[in-house]
């Protein structure tokens, strides 16, 4: 079965530009989209199609997504923005999650 | 505005039955399809199964496939899980979400289901 990767962590400093990462094998032949999920709340779609935002969100989130790596960038970092991430993708009529990344803003 | 809201869970022994609803408004309920996703205490999101706008397509990931079962009415705009011989692994907030171009758009607030003896 299709598996995405995801590190447990990433920390950026409020101001900076954090990139949370998504690997899985010929990631770039799927389509890629991205939730933030804060605590106690339901996930939120922040990115759909590799590198489109729905509207309300922030232009400051954009994605990217060759060879095996998608990646949700956040520029200009919140404390905000801190929240897991998850990325999705449809595999063979199903849907995969990554494991999820917590961003730290600090 | 689009709301999704779960109900049905509760605390349910080992082999037990329970049935979710996911009630929608604020959209034409028939032209999307609805999915059910869960997330066990501090750990990811893993999706469940998912039904067309008309019933007619439906999928289940492995691990509940012959034991939960979706459908839909679409003239009262409710999407149900049944789910059926329950074992601890299925303990989990379970979410219903709008299939939007193959991502999740709208989620509700989730429905709380402990399998517990």
């Known amino acids: 079965s299709y598996e995405l990767t995801q590190p447990l962590s990433v920390s950026v400093a409020p101001g900076q530009t954090a990139r949370i990462p998504c690997g899985g094998d010929n990631i770039e032949n799927k389509n890629v989209y991205w939730y933030q999920q804060k605590p106690g709340q339901a996930p939120v779609m922040v990115i759909y199609?590799?590198?489109n935002r729905p509207s309300g969100i922030p232009e400051r989130f954009s994605g990217s997504n060759s060879g095996n790596t998608a990646t949700v960038i956040i520029s200009r970092a919140q404390v905000d923005d801190e929240g897991d991430y998850y990325c999705?993708?449809?595999?063979?009529?199903?849907?995969?999650f990554g494991g999820g990344t917590k961003l730290t803003v600090l | 505005e689009v709301q999704l809201v779960e109900s049905g869970g509760a605390v349910v022994q080992p082999g037990g039955s329970l049935r979710l609803s996911c009630a929608a408004s604020?959209?034409?309920?028939?032209?999307?399809?609805i999915n059910w996703v869960r997330q066990t205490p501090g750990k990811g999101l893993e999706w469940v199964a998912l039904?067309?706008?008309?019933?007619?397509?439906?999928q289940y990931r492995d691990s509940v496939k012959g034991r939960f079962i979706i459908s839909r009415d679409n003239s009262r705009n409710v999407v149900f899980l049944q789910m059926n011989g329950l074992s601890t692994e299925d303990t989990a907030l379970y979410y219903c979400?709008?299939?939007?171009?193959?991502?999740?758009?709208?989620w509700g607030q989730g429905t709380q289901v402990t399998v517990s003896s």
């Open positions: 199609r590799d590198n």
């Open positions: 039904i067309n706008w008309d019933g007619t397509s439906i």
């Open positions: 604020g959209f034409r309920f028939d032209d999307y399809t």
């Open positions: 999705q993708v449809w595999d063979s009529g199903t849907v995969v």
């Open positions: 979400a709008r299939d939007e171009d193959s991502g999740y758009d709208h």
